[in-house]
């Protein structure tokens, strides 16, 4: 099968790194053990062993602009409060009261305060953790105030993204999330905003959710609209650092299966899958020309004239394909301007079989640096499309719903099956083997 890399070489097209290298690595054979997607003691060790030790990403910069705002990230049943304590200063506390244990502040919610307040008997810290009150002090005359500070939680960013990590002695999120922050030093994230977030409820376990977008070989299969486009016996898997990977679909090669040679319109009449609404007539690609040129130019023309978006230096690559890292253990990246998406699974409460999904496209700030309030998750159902969501593109949102339509199917499947494991490729699916491969690393299972 033709690689990206050869099949990039072949057109001569522009290719900047790290778009312009491959990192695969044969990881093994083994079976993936059902049990871990459905038993309760390996989810008990997840949430003891894994979730504590992780960096995870708890909201964005933009959702905590000034002093005192807050915004709560839980993982089970866990919980922190994550606030901007000082104007250059983030801080992430334990959402519990100290003086009998009430969470301080509500699942989910966010806003701006000058203190936390308990609900129950109205002990108040400050927002940099610090004691501020206690009613009837008089009679705690057993407390030192020094050892009532709000204990705290590891916070660092990189790209606009707040994350946290429970774990005292993590290593640095910088060295966590190697080579991304080398990978990405084109791609800005700290300029991106909110344009979208949806949180949809999965019947799954949210590892299977998770893994359901580590590879493009369902597409043929799941989305068979898409073939024309999207091969994924093309996509290239790369490992890349004990936590991230990395998938490279390019956009305007079709899949094998279609068994015939495309011309380069049918290929770019089939390429506009969430772009249409930035295109007033039929495009047409000119004699010579190619489909992935001649949708990377007109992406070009509508981000710089539309949206003021500057796209100087910027490969077409950059601006048509679906490049996709992985941050173990529950984030997804898509640097790219078409489809800018960013993902998070987490496992819904203490429920083993059920999981939620935050959808965000995160866009380019235009040059003025303008940047829009972000807006409120949109909640929906198991049973809710996609399409449901106020501004999702329709085509997009029947893509999606065709990804999360095979998922409670699996999860049933897990229980009913006679094999207890499941059977992955070598190349497309080496991403789920790598992702389990860092799990049992902070699980100790082998």
């Known amino acids: 099968m033709t690689s990206v890399q050869e099949i990039l070489a072949s057109t001569n097209e522009i290719v900047r790194p790290p778009l312009d290298r491959a990192s695969y690595r044969f990881l093994g054979t083994e079976d993936i053990p059902y049990a871990r997607y459905t038993s309760e003691e390996f989810f008990q060790d997840e949430m003891a062993q894994m979730w504590t030790r992780t960096w995870q990403w708890a909201c964005r910069e933009e959702h905590i602009p000034e002093v005192g705002d807050y915004i709560v990230y839980e993982i089970g049943r866990l919980s922190v409060i994550v606030v901007r304590s000082e ?3 983030i801080r992430g506390f334990y959402n519990s009261c100290l003086h009998r244990g009430t969470k301080l502040c509500a699942s989910d919610s966010s806003g701006g305060v000058n203190h936390f307040s308990c609900p129950y008997h109205g002990w108040q810290w400050n927002v940099d953790g610090s004691l501020h009150n206690i009613p009837s002090e008089w009679d705690f005359q057993n407390i030192d105030r020094s050892d009532f500070n ?5 916070v660092d960013t990189w790209g606009g993204f707040v994350f946290i990590n429970f774990d005292s002695e993590a290593m640095p999120l910088l060295e966590y999330l190697d080579p991304i922050p080398e990978h990405f030093q084109n791609w800005n994230m700290q300029d991106r905003y909110i344009s979208i977030h949806v949180q949809k409820e999965l019947p799954c376990n949210w590892k299977a959710a998770a893994e359901a977008f580590m590879e493009n070989y369902h597409t043929k299969t799941t989305h068979p609209q898409l073939i024309p486009t999207s091969s994924g016996p093309s996509t290239q898997y790369d490992i890349l650092g004990d936590h991230t990977s990395r998938f490279y679909a390019l956009t305007g090669v079709p899949d094998p299966v279609i068994g015939r040679e495309l011309s380069e319109q049918e290929k770019l009449d089939h390429m506009l899958v969430g772009d249409g609404s930035s295109v007033d007539t039929k495009l047409q690609v000119e ?3 190619t489909a992935r040129s001649t949708l990377a130019n007109m992406l070009r023309k ?10 100087d230096g910027l490969c077409d690559a950059e601006i048509i394909d679906t490049m996709e890292y ?19 699974f987490r496992p819904l409460g203490m429920d083993t079989d059920r999981s939620l999904f935050d959808l965000i496209f995160l866009r380019p700030l235009p040059r003025s640096g303008e940047r829009p309030d972000p807006p409120e998750p949109v909640r929906i159902g198991i049973e809710d499309s996609y399409a449901s969501v106020p501004g999702f593109d329709p085509t997009m949102a029947h893509v999606y719903d065709q990804d999360t339509s095979n998922m409670g199917f699996q999860q049933e499947g897990f229980y009913a099956s006679k094999k207890q494991g499941q059977t992955l490729a070598n190349y497309q699916e080496v991403r789920i083997r790598h992702f389990h491969q860092t799990l049992d690393r902070y699980i100790g299972t082998k």
């Not at 709000?150 to 590891?154: A, F, S, T, Y």
């Not at 509508?302 to 796209?311: I, W, Y």
């Not at 992985?326 to 998070?344: C, D, E, H, K």
């Open 287 to 289: 004699e010579g020309g």
């Open 87 to 89: 104007v250059d200063s």
């Open 302 to 311: 509508h981000f710089e004239e539309a949206l003021d978006v500057a796209t």
């Open 326 to 344: 992985t941050v173990f253990p529950n984030m997804f990246l898509f640097p790219g301007l078409s489809l800018p998406m960013v993902y998070r």
């Open 150 to 154: 709000l204990p705290e939680v590891n």
